[in-house]
Structure formats: C-alpha cells, structure tokens
C-alpha cells in the first residue's frame, strides 16, 4: 500500500499479533478482551480495553 511500517498502526488481540507488529516495527495497541493485559504488555503493545 506504500506506507511505511513506522506509519502503521496495528490493533492485536493476541500475543502472536503483538509480536508480529512489534517485530514489524508497527505502534501496537492491544485489546485485551482474549488475552491478560501484563501478557500483551510484555511483548510491546500498549493496552487498551475499550
């Protein structure tokens, strides 16, 4: 689509999702209705509940 990676953001409910992004180089935010909040958080994004 021609937009940077760094320009992208991703919205993840899982951990492979996060660490995909992250590894990417893409801002993560993380939903955490499927998965606990610390997890998401350890692997980089930054989390969100609604």
Request: aromatic fraction near 8%; glycine fraction near 8%; hydrophobic fraction near 40%.
């Given at each position: 689509m021609g937009v940077q990676a760094t320009s992208c953001t991703v919205v993840e409910d899982s951990v492979l999702g996060v660490r995909a992004g992250v590894a990417a180089g893409m801002r993560v935010l993380g939903y955490t209705e499927q998965t606990e909040a610390?997890?998401?958080?350890?692997?980089?994004?930054?989390?969100?509940?609604?």
């Open positions: 610390s997890t998401l958080e350890a692997c980089g994004a930054r989390v969100f509940q609604s």
